[in-house]
């Protein structure tokens, strides 16, 4: 089902992997070439070289545009509930969601949690983005369960795309083979207008196509602490 292999921490990576010692700044900019992180939007760049080692989080508010599901992927998003619920549930365009960013002090991970208001009980999803493994960044749901993301820019967009799913087991990883995953999953940061951004969610599984679709248009609550520039 797949090889099981010693996980990595973060503090096993070399230290000059960020090139920056100091864990809350640099490390997304380390995943791209230069140029193409140039020509990411200078709010988009921003964004992703803010401090957070100090505890001040960023939170950033929004609403759904777009949120689809087929029937497969409902029956994943709600299986997936027993171990945290890492998927959106609902498909109510128009709902309000709120994503607040940290930063863990002990080992550095960025804390992302997210919450979407549906009409019975809102939806709240943790994960935890660590730097380290294969590609430099994996996202970690619960349960041990993760997978290594590969990064890149497209037309001015920061995306993000599943390389490979795994479950931990202590200090042993098992990599899950294509299909006892969800699918490729592809996750967009698309800089609109008037401070305005798109998050966008897509998983498409290689037998039953497309499982799910959310398109969410954030602002940032808390601008005024952002960096004033970014190289």
């Known amino acids: 089902m797949g090889t099981a292999i010693a ?18 700044e640099g490390r997304f900019r380390t995943l791209l070439p230069d140029a193409d992180w140039a020509a990411l939007p200078a709010a988009v760049r921003r964004r992703f070289s803010r401090r957070l080692a100090g505890g001040e989080p960023a939170v950033y508010v929004g609403t759904v545009v777009e949120a689809w599901t087929s029937r497969a992927g409902w029956l994943l998003a709600h299986a997936l509930r027993l171990m945290g619920g890492p998927l959106p549930t609902g498909c109510e365009a128009g ?24 009409r019975r009980f809102p939806q709240v999803i943790h994960s935890a983005k660590r730097f380290c493994g294969p590609t430099g960044i994996e996202e970690h749901v619960g349960c ?7 990064v890149a820019v497209e037309e001015r967009a920061l995306v993000f795309r599943s390389h490979r799913y795994f479950i931990d087991f202590g200090r042993w990883r098992m990599h899950l083979p ?3 995953t969800p699918g490729a999953l592809t996750v967009q940061h698309i800089e609109e207008t ?8 897509e ?17 940032e ?3 005024g602490v952002l960096p004033n520039a970014v190289p």
């Open 7 to 24: 996980a990595r921490s973060v503090e096993a990576l070399p230290s000059d992997r960020f090139g920056d010692a100091d864990p809350g």
């Open 95 to 118: 709902a309000s969601a709120v994503v607040s960013v940290t930063e863990d002090k002990g080992s550095g991970d960025q804390i992302w949690t997210r919450l979407y208001a549906r």
């Open 144 to 150: 041990g369960v993760g997978m290594t993301l590969s």
């Open 178 to 180: 294509a299909w006892a």
């Open 194 to 201: 008037s401070g305005r951004f798109t998050f966008s969610l």
């Open 203 to 219: 998983i498409v599984h290689p037998r039953l196509g497309a499982l799910l679709r959310q398109r969410v248009s954030f602002r």
């Open 221 to 223: 609550a808390n601008p």
